[in-house]
């Protein structure tokens, strides 16, 4: 099992930078493919990135390519993400997400260990 803690989140204005990170518990944080996903108020979650377990493939949801990115440091069991150029429309509350071997990388419910959640409000 690994459990998941999530910090960083808070609130930036638009065009700004905000960086998220995760913290797991557990021994085996190498062994588990990791993602990040986020759900705004009245919507359903939804993936934002994922990482292989030795970060050589990473995933990226398309509304977030190319100004988010996803990181880990097996070595201190931390998995990342820093954002970039936010918008409004990334107001969410994102979350920390860990499996062994998800069958579908971008489903939230391919994914067994959860965090509880960081807020990121992007004003306008």
């Known amino acids: 099992q690994v459990q998941l803690v999530e910090s960083g989140g808070g609130l930036v204005q638009a065009g700004g930078s905000l960086r998220i990170s995760c913290a797991a518990s557990?021994?085996?944080?190498?062994?588990?493919?990791m993602g990040w996903f986020r759900q705004a108020p009245g919507k359903e979650r939804e993936f934002v990135a994922t990482m292989r377990r030795n970060g050589g493939i990473t995933v990226y949801a398309d509304s977030v390519k190319g100004r988010f990115t996803i990181s880990r440091d097996n070595a201190k069991n931390t998995v990342a993400l820093q954002m970039n150029s936010l918008k409004p429309e990334d107001t969410a509350v994102y979350y920390c997400a860990a499996d062994y071997q998800p069958a579908d990388w971008m489903s939230p419910r391919s994914y067994d260990y959860w965090g509880q959640g960081t807020q990121v409000t992007v004003s306008s």
């Open positions: 557990g021994r085996t944080f190498s062994s588990y493919v």
